[in-house]
Each structure stands twice: as structure tokens, then as C-alpha cells.
């Protein structure tokens, strides 16, 4: 997992981006627990705070869970159906109350959506 630092995007956002994009990826499996935070400290020579954050991140969208005590830290969480759900229809409806999404392309993803589901639907 490599970061830019010249990048414009801060530095916990490309360490949040690149855990999930290993945890999407298969490199980091269900349970799985993260290298320490000195450990990702030293992996992508950043200090701690930045780790927190990019901890906070991921937390925040669900993809991992903290555990206190001698056996914690942070592990690769299980994400259920109706979380990832509700995850999008709110990541949906910020989309398009902030238009950071037009209505015509909301429209256009609907619509592949429905014709992509409309065979299992008739299978099912």
C-alpha cells in the first residue's frame, strides 16, 4: 500500500483509500486485523494522528471495527446487506440534495440498475 505525499488530497484520505482499496481487493480479509498504528506509522511514514484519522475514515463507512484491550485494535468488519443499503441510499440522496450528481445521471444509473436487476427478477 503506497501513498503520494505531493498529492493535493490529504494524507489520511490516501491511507483510508488505500486500506479499503486492499480490504476491497481481497488482500485484507473479514476479522482480519490491521497492522498496529505505529506499524501504518512506519509503513507510510506518517504520524499517528494521520493514522487515527484515516482510522476514523474507514470507520465511518463501516469497513472496519476497533476492539479495546490486550487482543484489540483495529479489524476488517463485516459488512451486512442492509448496511451497505442504507449506506447508499444516504451516500444517494446527499449525492443529489447537494448536486454533486445531475438529475439526468441519477436517472441514467437508475435505469442500468433496472436492467440489470429485471432478469433475477423474473428468474426469482
Do not use: W
Not at 470507520?59 to 443499503?85: H, K, M
Amino acid at each position: 500500500m503506497k501513498i503520494d505525499p505531493q498529492s493535493p488530497a490529504d494524507l489520511s484520505a490516501q491511507i483510508a483509500k488505500a486500506i479499503r482499496d486492499a480490504i476491497v481487493g481481497g488482500e485484507m480479509i473479514v476479522d482480519e486485523r490491521l497492522p498496529s498504528e505505529t506499524e501504518l506509522c512506519d509503513q507510510f511514514d506518517v504520524s499517528r494522528s494521520t493514522v487515527r484519522e484515516a482510522l476514523k475514515r474507514l470507520a465511518a463507512q463501516n469497513l472496519i471495527r476497533t476492539q479495546r484491550g490486550a487482543t484489540g485494535g483495529a479489524f476488517v468488519r463485516r459488512l451486512s446487506y442492509d448496511e451497505a443499503q442504507a449506506q447508499h441510499v444516504t451516500t444517494s440522496t446527499l449525492l443529489l440534495s447537494m448536486n454533486a450528481v445531475d438529475f439526468e445521471t441519477a436517472c441514467e444509473a437508475r435505469f442500468a440498475l433496472e436492467r440489470a436487476c429485471a432478469p433475477l427478477s423474473a428468474e426469482r
